[in-house]
């Protein structure tokens, strides 16, 4: 039977049924698939997906289906998640449940934050009860960061359902997501995002697309996601004339006669709400109303009396209500409400869910809502925060303060509002809802001047909201609006007479102004840490201490603040702080050198950091270390070392259900010295799996870098333009890290050079190696850098190489070499570039006469000893040209014979090549060989580029003007060139200079 007023049968909509069918299929292949259906309020999305539903089930699949909601302002963090998991514990049975989420410890204790009904156990903090960490003074002392519990509950989700999806599929439906709170777009994002990984999932999310204005939030979501492959977009359109006639005979039984077929389409135009109103106002009103919002409420105003009142209260309702929650709310009893709510079931205006009522359609409860009067208004949302305020049970655990905090803000109850935001924010930072969480503490601030004892009522005065609401900022990552509420709380406190929250405030000031590239935070923690000696709190010590340590500047102060952090961790038994003044020791002990060697001082002390950690459970630290020792170790040319040291981080992250997030960052550091050693297809691997876990930008883009590289170097050049381009976009937007932005600018000189030539390549080397300060960068990134802009300039002929390589002469003379990777390319550089003469601190700035040969074979010895055999390829091609170039044949070949099994073995076609062609020329019947010139003529080409006149050629080479001009005619003819100027050219294009 159908229900009254509505279609039994599924009008149209075939090509969305087949898609969806379609994608149904590609997940149980294993594939990914995502669908997004955007479409008008009441143009059939709910409906579209109730068939769905059906004939996915009998196909096998499991649905799990959650709706957003609207609540007025209030977000309710991961609702249609929370419904989808609410619906998924009804359907199980404990045993599955258990089963399910069995060796995944964390994962399921975060799944529990998110719904507790899910943990049989019940977890301090879940129910709403303040969390100490919440409630710290700065809500800064917890021990996990707010992005790795988050990073967990994600997890957690997706576990479960890889586990769910192992057996049959699983369609993951979010309906309504134009509603959706932040936290489940984020998730939602997150988990779409991972499909390629997550086998078996098909996810489905709807959304009125009429709602969706200029700056609404799911539109930059909707373009993120339109962007990923597997996703499919579907607009809902208008039922056609025909369709809507189709309706129409589905619902009256019979065809309706031409004149309400016409009158119906004009007025519904094919959107089969209105069409589905009309019809059966046709059949029942005198007059058709003028307002769609009147048409939709025909039906309630037909109905009794006290059906209309019931529907009233229940409009103010969010979602589904259940019975417990009407009956309190109307007062009546459950017979009384039993007769009232029979109607409006009956008319199709409510209809019956398994957990209570909820409204046919979300526009006819808005019709309903709004056609209320403003004073029944405040008291209908008065009678719901009444009633949860009495009954906490009367709606789910973990809903009640939001629900509360929104029903006393829509009735005007400033003080209600206040305080059940209060409780609500410190309940949803249980929950990693970080930006609901600011936005609830926002109505606290907004409320405050209304609420004369907001203080005593909820035992926290205004700076201490202000503190929660920068911290829930900074989770959120809203760093704007966070460096603005400390701004606001500094104004607000006397530093005199509360020194420890004024000195508190402005370290999390520093710390937003850095975050934001607003320069240096030293100022500020001067000035904190003079506000806090340790006889006040050591622990707030430790805490500003420690905060400075992490400056990236090489302070030698920030050292005796690590010094004197880990002295009161000890003193304090804090191994957590202890651990972290550890860990800041090893790293300014590293310093600028960003590298260490196995036995040296950071290693060292990161080990021992390694050992006092392990007594607790701060797991983040323990990632951070293995980081530390992998980029350490990396640094130092130490990259077996470096890749099993990351590798083991990743096994560890696993085991605390981190694997995506903390694994994928850790994966760059296995990638990039695996690509180093040479392994490329293995450290292609690692980094497009890392890849598919969707991990956060500067993650990507570092990978992108790497994948790049690879295939740059294999000659794939397509490929590693749209590698730059992604990590481009990434880093263009960040602040300056040289471990980022110097690895895409050598990157991009090195494309540039290989797809638009030498001359161009300069140009932007040019550009590059004055855009960001070098000087205060580590040489490990600066080294590659130089060198390939020296690479670059070497191609190209005139002025503008010639001014660069001399630029690139003076950074390299003031840049030092720490270890043998960094002294490698100090090598390769000099190669190419020559040296200065002198020590760094000389006043001269010519260049040193270097022998070339012997300059070139240093650097092949180098990156051979290392262990990179790439740059080891391209140093023993340039010895191999130097000396070609020189006429020594015999040196050439041997530089050739050693580079050409190196290529093989690296499979770089590109190069191999150019092996292979040089090692023609070099052989003795070959007559295609570069001109060869002898060392004098060598010497006078080189004046001749740098555009000197036979007579200044003559003085400088103490030589007669008479030979200085035979030299050059000589050189003309063995250059094949016209002009002095074409023989520049052609001299720098052969790399003879
Ligand atoms: N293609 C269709 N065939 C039959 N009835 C439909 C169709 N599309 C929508 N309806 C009916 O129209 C009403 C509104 O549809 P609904 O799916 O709730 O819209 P939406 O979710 O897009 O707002 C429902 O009563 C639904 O049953
Ligand atoms: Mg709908």
């Known amino acids: 039977m159908s229900r009254r007023g509505a279609s039994p049968v599924l009008v149209g909509r075939t090509a969305e049924m087949a898609a969806l069918q379609a994608a149904l299929e590609t997940v149980r292949r294993g594939d990914p698939a995502a669908m997004l259906i955007g479409g008008e309020a009441g143009m059939g999305k709910t409906r579209l997906i109730g068939e769905f539903t059906t004939v996915a089930r009998d196909a096998g699949a499991r649905v799990l289906t959650g709706a957003c909601l609207e609540l007025g302002a209030d977000g309710l963090p991961f609702s249609p998640f929370t419904a989808m998991l ?540 293995a980081i530390l020792e992998s980029h350490l170790l990396c640094g130092a040319g130490e990259f077996e070392q470096a890749a099993r040291a990351a590798q083991e981080g990743i096994v560890d992250a696993e085991r605390h259900g981190l694997a995506r997030t903390g694994g994928a960052f850790l994966a760059i550091n296995v990638a990039e010295p695996l690509f180093h050693l040479g392994r490329w297809d293995e450290a292609a691997e690692v980094a497009e799996r890392a890849l598919d876990l969707a991990p956060p930008p500067l993650t990507r883009a570092a990978l992108w870098l790497i994948l790049g590289w690879l295939a740059a170097a294999r000659g794939d050049l397509e490929t590693a333009l749209r590698r730059a381009a992604s990590a481009r976009a990434v880093l263009s937007g960040a602040v300056y890290e040289d471990q980022y932005h110097l690895p895409l600018a050598t990157f991009d000189i090195a494309i540039t050079l290989a797809t638009q030539g030498p001359v161009q390549a300069t140009d932007l080397a040019a550009e590059l190696i004055t855009r960001y300060d070098l000087q205060k960068s580590s040489p490990r990134w600066v080294w590659p850098l130089l060198t390939t802009a020296a690479y670059a300039a070497r191609r190209a002929p005139g002025e503008a190489a010639a001014s660069l390589l001399h630029e690139l002469r003076l950074s390299a003379g003031k840049l030092a070499a720490f270890g043998p990777v960094q002294e490698a390319w100090q090598l390769s550089f000099t190669a190419l570039a020559g040296a200065l003469a002198g020590s760094a601190d000389s006043a001269s700035e010519d260049a040193v006469p270097v022998n070339p040969l012997a300059a070139a074979d240093a650097a092949a010895d180098a990156w051979e000893a290392v262990g990179q055999p790439f740059p080891a390829v391209l140093a023993l091609i340039h010895a191999g040209r130097t000396a070609l170039a020189a006429r020594a044949t015999r040196e050439a070949a041997s530089r050739l014979r050693r580079a050409a099994p190196l290529a093989e073995r690296l499979g770089v076609g590109p190069l191999a090549a150019e092996i292979t062609d040089l090692t023609r020329r070099v052989g003795p019947d070959s007559d295609a060989g570069d001109p060869v010139l002898t060392g004098r003529e060598l010497e006078v080409l080189r004046l001749v580029a740098a555009g000197r006149s036979n007579r200044e050629i003559a003085t400088a080479l103490v030589i007669s003007p008479k030979t200085a001009s035979v030299h050059v005619s000589n050189i003309l003819a063995k250059l094949g060139a016209a002009t002095r100027t074409e023989a520049a050219v052609k001299a720098h294009q052969l790399l003879l200079l």
């Open 86 to 625: 609410r619906d998924f514990v009804r359907e199980s049975d404990a045993g599955e449940i258990g089963s399910l989420l069995s060796g995944s410890g964390r994962a399921a204790r975060e799944l529990a934050r998110l719904l507790p009904e899910f943990a049989a156990r019940r977890e301090a903090g879940d129910d709403g009860q303040p969390a100490v960490s919440a409630l710290a003074d700065d809500g800064r002392t917890s021990i996990r960061t707010a992005g790795e519990a988050r990073a967990q509950l994600f997890e957690g989700f997706l576990t479960l359902l890889e586990r769910l999806a192992a057996h049959r599929p699983v369609v993951l439906i979010v309906e309504d997501a134009h509603w959706a709170d932040r936290s489940s777009r984020d998730l939602l994002a997150f988990l779409i995002g991972y499909q390629r990984a997550l086998r078996g999932v098909l996810i489905v999310v709807t959304f009125r697309s009429d709602e969706l204005h200029r700056t609404h939030p799911l539109r930059p979501l909707l373009a993120e996601l339109a962007r990923v492959e597997w996703v499919e977009r579907h607009e809902l359109p208008r039922l056609t004339r025909g369709q809507a006639e189709e309706l129409a005979t589905a619902i009256l039984g019979t065809s309706p006669d031409r004149a309400l077929a016409d009158s119906i389409f004009q007025r519904a135009e094919g959107n089969p709400l209105f069409t589905e109103e009309l019809l059966l106002c046709a059949g029942q009103c005198d007059a058709v109303p003028d307002t769609l919002a009147d048409l939709l409420l025909q039906a309630v105003r037909r109905l009794p009396e006290d059906s209309q009142d019931v529907l009233r209260i229940a409009s103010a309702g969010s979602g589904v209500t259940s019975d417990a929650l009407l009956a309190q709310v109307t007062g009546l009893g459950a017979a009384e409400l039993a007769a009232a709510i029979r109607p409006a079931v009956a008319a199709n205006v409510l209809v019956a869910h398994a957990d209570g009522y909820g409204f046919r359609h979300a526009l006819i409860q808005e019709a309903v809502h709004a056609d209320l009067l403003p004073g029944e208004h405040s008291a209908v949302h008065t009678r719901f925060a009444q009633a949860i305020e009495a009954e906490p049970e009367l709606v789910s655990r973990g809903r009640v303060e939001i629900e509360k905090s929104h029903h006393w803000y829509s009735a005007h109850n400033t003080t209600g509002a206040l305080v059940s935001a209060w409780h609500a924010a410190v309940q949803t930072s249980n929950r990693m809802a970080h930006a609901e969480r600011l936005m609830l503490l926002d109505r606290v601030l907004e409320l405050w001047e209304q609420v004369p004892n907001a203080a005593t009522l909820i035992g926290a005065d205004r700076v201490r909201v202000l503190q929660e609401a920068a911290s829930a900022a900074d989770d959120a990552g809203e760093l704007q609006r966070g460096l603005a509420i400390a701004e606001l709380a500094l104004t607000l406190v006397d530093e005199a007479t509360d020194p420890l929250r004024y000195a508190l405030l402005l370290e999390r000031r520093s710390s937003f102004r850095s975050s934001l590239g607003m320069g240096t935070r030293i100022a500020d923690l001067r000035r904190a840490l003079a506000l806090v000696p340790a006889s006040l709190s050591t622990q707030a010590r430790t805490q500003l201490l420690l905060s400075g340590a992490r400056c990236t500047d090489n302070d030698p102060e920030f050292r005796d603040w690590a010094e004197e952090a880990l002295e009161y961790a000890r003193e304090d038994g804090d191994p957590d702080a202890e651990g972290h003044a550890l860990a800041s020791l090893a790293m300014m002990e590293a310093g600028a050198s960003q590298m260490a060697g196995p036995g040296s001082k950071p290693l060292e002390l990161l080990a021992e950091a390694a050992r006092v950690l392990e007594r607790t459970d701060a797991f983040h630290r323990s990632l951070k270390l």
